[in-house]
């Protein structure tokens, strides 16, 4: 469903992520684990264009993304949640997942959202900086949802969000994994919320690929050796 081929990116003439390949199965989850730094978030916004590849190919389903605008690539059923969640704080959380529709040609949210995401549908008249921390990640992959993509990105979704939330989330992401078929992509440094959620596990370092495994038979300590300082 996503398959990227010699990826390679680069801020000005320093080159952050080299000739990187990857295949992610149609309704596969995949945990892309790294330490800050070493290219999960450069990834995360070189797939949806905000950073502009300087070579390589990335494709959804069929469909080259490589060299579109960002709104270009959601329209091909790519959707991001980016790190630190950027909720539109002063709109209500309706608004919110409304801003999600613009691809779809719809004006209405989808009841599947807000069955979900229950607490979304209690708030959804409430602005969106009046909700938790927890709460705003919620309204944040709703809003993904609402385009109703192929393929959803997530940049560190469990920064700042205490255990209990976290776990909820693990549980969420697989349950729309189950119900929409879609694949699913997390950057993460956390490992117990990446061996909750995720099919397998890549480890990142220093812009390059060094560790790809499934989630069962994992070797625990030889991923965390890479996520620690």
Known sequence: MLSVENLCAAYGESEVLHSLDLDVKPAEIVAIMGRNGMGKTTLMKTLMGIVPEKDGDAKVGETSIAGMKPHQRVSSGIAYVPQGRMIFSAMTVRENIETGLTS???????????ELF?????????????????????????????????????????????????????RT???????????????EQVLSFALDVADRVIVI???????????????????AKFLSV
Do not use: C, W
């Open 118 to 170: 229950p607490v979304l549908l209690e708030m959804k008249s409430r602005r969106g900086g009046n909700l938790s921390g927890g709460q705003q990640q919620q309204l944040a992959i709703a809003r993904a949802l609402a385009s109703e993509p192929k393929v959803l990105l997530l940049d560190e979704p469990t920064e700042g969000i205490q255990p209990s939330i976290i776990r909820e989330m693990a």
């Open 173 to 187: 992401l697989r349950k729309i994994r189950d119900q929409k078929g879609l694949t699913i992509i997390v950057s």
């Open 205 to 223: 370092e220093n812009g390059t690929f060094v560790h790809d495994t499934p989630r069962d038979g994992i070797d625990e300590e030889r991923v």
């Open 104 to 114: 779809t040609g719809s004006k209405t949210v989808p009841e599947d959202i807000y």
